[in-house]
């Protein structure tokens, strides 16, 4: 099916409010064309290009994109400089046309590990944008689940302590706001690319009720066909939320 047959189908008054995408298969791609992981990491900025300005085009509001887990540091140490370098050259050359777009900026996880260069240059993007109100950019940096939920732990278990919270005002809300993507709604879409079917750490408390989107396609081959087909897919569902087809019929 065409890309624009794809756009189509799209129910703009049932968009998801938030999409992340688990960015998965440069390395393999590079591979199959006979290059190094480094290249595929290259081309993936394509698709990251594509994809955010497909989504800003349809309106959705909140876009996350997995760019680098905290395990990812186990890789060689070639292809982590690479990849630190390449996000300082993205974060340069891409600035420009988010502030056209109107798109502004964030990041989560513990940036604090970054190099230095790669850090400023973040925050600098960070605030450039930050008034910006089309569409927010989440960036996952040296980004885990279970290290973001045990410092929201951590973040309430001090506010007990220190008598600004009681143990019985711990509900899900209280939760939600101590995780660092505290104001930003929980993803309705959770997209992985590759083929691959696991969560990879990956948003765990946010996702308790979003669809999963798996694609056989590369990261560096995804296009905004791929990711209207993800929408599609996912306004074809049916979203119980624990209730029966009758009750959430229209």
């Known amino acids: 099916m065409e890309i624009n047959n794809y756009k189509e189908q799209i129910n703009i008054e049932k968009l998801p409010r938030h999409i992340a995408i688990i960015m998965d298969g440069n390395g393999r791609w590079a591979k199959n064309h006979g290059q190094p992981r480094v290249f595929g990491h290259r ?18 509001q909140y876009l996350t994109l997995y760019a680098f887990s905290t395990e990812n540091w186990n890789r060689p140490k070639l292809e982590v400089n690479a990849l630190m370098g390449l996000l300082l050259d993205t974060l340069h050359k ?16 513990d940036i604090s590990l970054l190099p230095d260069r790669t850090r400023k240059a973040l925050l600098s993007g960070i605030e450039s944008t930050r008034h910006n109100t089309r569409m927010t950019l989440v960036l ?3 980004y885990s ?3 973001e939920i045990l410092e929201a732990t951590r973040k309430l278990a001090n506010q007990v302590k220190t008598g600004l919270l009681e143990v019985n005002q711990i509900n899900e809300a209280a939760f939600s706001e101590a995780l660092s993507t505290s104001g930003i709604p ?5 997209i992985r690319t590759s083929g691959e079917t696991r969560i990879s750490n990956f948003l765990l408390w946010q996702i308790a009720y979003a669809e999963l989107y798996f694609t056989p396609v590369f990261w560096p081959d995804f296009r905004k066909q791929h990711f209207y087909q993800a929408i599609v897919d996912y306004q074809n569902r049916e979203r119980r939320f624990g209730k029966i087809s009758e009750q959430v019929a229209p």
Request: hydrophobic share 45%; proline share 2%; charged share 25%.
């Open 186 to 190: 929980d993803p309705e879409l959770l």
């Open 145 to 147: 689940a279970k290290w």
């Open 94 to 109: 891409e600035l420009k046309t988010l502030n056209k777009n109107n798109i502004r900026l964030q990041t989560i996880g």
């Open 43 to 60: 081309n993936g900025v394509i698709a990251v290009r594509e994809v955010t300005e497909a989504a800003a085009e349809l309106g959705i």
């Open 140 to 142: 996952a940096l040296n």
